[in-house]
Nanobody
């Protein structure tokens, strides 16, 4: 059974930092691209950051220079380090694992991040 479990969300003041974790089980972790998305109520789920199996990263313009995605394949865990947080970063953050050479895509349950002004 595949599971992605996010953790690390919470309430933080503007300018603060949080680190989200995404622990995977039931998949061969290094055969998946990891993506972090976020969603606010009533809006679409937006891509925030991507980390390939080899560690190449990409970011949405809105978080470049403030967020860092990384992964530890030995621990089957991905991370999203968020710094200089802004109120507009408030959202539910979701981890996604997308198979490199196949159609499978798995989602976590999400973790709430709230940034107060």
């Amino acid at each position: 059974q595949v599971q992605l479990v996010e953790s690390g969300g919470g309430l933080v003041q503007a300018g603060g930092s949080l680190r989200l974790s995404c622990a995977a089980s039931g998949i061969i972790f290094d055969m998946y691209t990891i993506k972090w998305y976020r969603q606010v109520p009533g809006k679409q789920r937006d891509l925030v950051a991507t980390c390939s199996a080899g560690g190449a990263t990409n970011y949405a313009d809105s978080v470049k220079g403030r967020f860092t995605i990384s992964r530890d394949n030995a621990k089957s865990t991905a991370y999203l380090q968020m710094s200089s947080l802004k109120p507009e970063d408030t959202a539910v953050y979701y981890c996604n694992a997308r198979e490199l050479a196949g159609p499978r895509s798995h989602w976590g349950q999400g973790t709430q991040v709230t940034v107060s002004s």
